[in-house]
């Protein structure tokens, strides 16, 4: 059974914090995501990654840096957490050209 | 830039009603996914289209593409209170590596 695995369900941090978003798959999935979800704005891709230390910005990548150091592994960093950033956020992997992602669970991240 | 617009954005309807939803855009696309998701998890794939033109169906789902695969529709007949969810497009825009979703429609089957 394929998995995508997000570490953590919900998360609250701080403002200013430094925070780690970590996304494991067991497919052998050259591409990695990280999109948010927010209601009314569907899922904006954050940043993407087709292969291992490549990375790609995506729609909104302001605030937000990534890293895949293993082709399993995709972490989403928030350098200095504000606010505006309390989202869900969903990690998704996926084979070149494919016409399916697929998602982890979600993160419920609250900044306060 | 949301290259994906989908409408409504929510719907209500009564057990039995059926309903289309849109999604629609600017540039063309290679193929098409839609996708549902359910509160408190990721989106799961219902279903891709590929040709211009293409429908396919999946049980009371019917699902098309647009000629110049640049929209796409889903048909639900006979909606169920098993329906309800979030129903998502996504694609990747020719020319980028983008993976985009659209903007969603919230639909609620009331029984």
């Known amino acids: 059974d394929v998995k995508v695995t997000q570490s953590s369900r919900y998360l609250v941090k701080r403002t200013g914090e430094k925070v780690f978003l970590e996304c494991v798959q067991d497919?052998?999935?050259?591409?990695m995501f990280w999109y948010r979800q927010d209601p009314g704005l569907g899922l904006r891709l954050i940043y993407f990654s087709y292969d291992v230390k490549m990375k790609e910005k995506g729609d909104i990548p302001e605030g937000y840096s990534v890293s895949r150091e293993k082709k399993e592994r995709f972490s989403l960093i928030l350098e200095s957490a504000s606010t505006n950033q309390t989202s869900m956020y969903l990690c998704?992997?996926?084979?070149?050209?494919?016409?399916?992602?697929?998602f982890g669970q979600g993160t419920r991240l609250t900044v306060v | 830039t949301q290259l994906l617009e989908q409408s409504p954005q929510f719907l209500s309807i009564q057990e039995g009603e059926n309903l289309t939803v849109y999604c629609n855009s600017s540039?063309?696309?290679?193929?098409l996914q839609w996708y549902r998701q359910e509160p408190g998890e990721g989106p799961v794939l219902l279903v891709t289209?590929?040709?211009?033109?293409e429908v396919k169906k999946l049980k009371r789902l019917t699902f098309q593409f647009g000629d110049a695969r640049k929209d796409s529709s889903l048909h639900i007949t006979a909606a169920q209170p098993g329906d309800t969810g979030l129903y998502l497009c996504?694609?990747?825009?020719?020319?980028?590596?983008?993976?985009?979703f659209g903007t969603g429609t919230r639909l609620k089957v009331l029984a």
């Open positions: 998704a992997s996926a084979r070149p050209a494919s016409t399916e992602a697929f």
């Open positions: 497919m052998d999935h050259e591409n």
């Open positions: 540039s063309v696309f290679s193929s």
């Open positions: 996504a694609g990747v825009p020719a020319g980028t590596y983008k993976y985009i």
């Open positions: 289209v590929v040709t211009g033109g």
